[in-house]
């Protein structure tokens, strides 16, 4: 029998780790995969909007356990370069060879509106709640929750409002707020209908919606817009701006992001592939990240010898939008069978009903909770 080919698949986010299990299930021996992460957590950030409103922190899965379980090598190690001619990488000084590379390694966030708060996850949690607390504790309290121009997933920004709107309701304090959104309208990512359907959700929570809004800055209690003039506030918290992570040896954008093909593949870079949010990708989530994985372990499992036809990235746009009260789950893609191309909706159209959809990382998370960090 040949050797197995060695895979190499550097990151520990969405994509990287459905890429490792989408690939074993297609190729099965014909691969040897290695994770290669500076991190030996995956943290499930889409569910951080909640905890600034008293709960619970986002889970945390072990990688060293994952990749135990199912076999793979693991290294904890930042990958520094990549070095295509010689099929090798840079894992933190390391030399590590490769027939073939998965990069997953996500992208990096700066702040977007000087003199509002950041909201990028986990680590602005705390001053987050105290500032709305803050906010709550005087007079009637406006509080905008802004998606400036260069953000294109805005749905963490309806989950806080949404919740703080519901948390300040619940404990009657006197808070106004606001979504100031550079989007035409609300969520039009997801077509008309769902769009529709967060419009009514927001009306009835009491939150205020101004669409078309470039928000340039916070100062002297205003939260600016170009050519809009500027909102009176006493707290604007803004989602940050997705920024590239350029990589030595690997092409990229004047982001920083790298471009691929519907397979994921680097151009000038033979057996090298790029999936997930460090791509030219325009939505920054991870069920998208996950269909790219896909789609990549696909063309990777067919190169090794596998009976797979390689099948291209067809995104179809999945989520959970959390409200205080029940989720509404929201679609966006080709229409199926009982199931149309923008939807709304109380319950999940896919399983298990996870923020992340993805085919193999949702049921694999599901099936195994002793993976979970304390």
Known sequence: MDAPRQVLVAGGGPAAIEASLALQRLAEERVRITLVSDTESFTYRPSATVQPFGFPPPQRFSLPGLAADRGFGFIGAPVRSVDG???????????????????????????????????GGRRDVACVHDALRLAAAGPPARVAFVAPPGVGWTLPMYELALLAARWARERGLAIEPWIVTHEDRALGVFGGEASRSVVALLEEAGVRLWTGAVAELVEDGRLWMSMEGGLPVALAVALPRPVGRALPGVACDERGFVPVDGLGRVAGLPDVYAVGDMTTRPLKQGGLAAQQADAAASAIAAWSGAPVTPTPYHPVLRAVLLTGDAPRFLRHGAPQPGVAASLAAGEAAWWPPHKIAARELSPYLEAHPELLLA
């Open 85 to 119: 001619a010689a099929h090798r990488i840079d894992a933190g000084g390391e030399p590590l060879a490769y027939d073939a590379l998965v990069l997953a390694l996500g992208a990096a966030y700066e702040a977007a509106v000087p003199g509002a708060l950041t909201f």
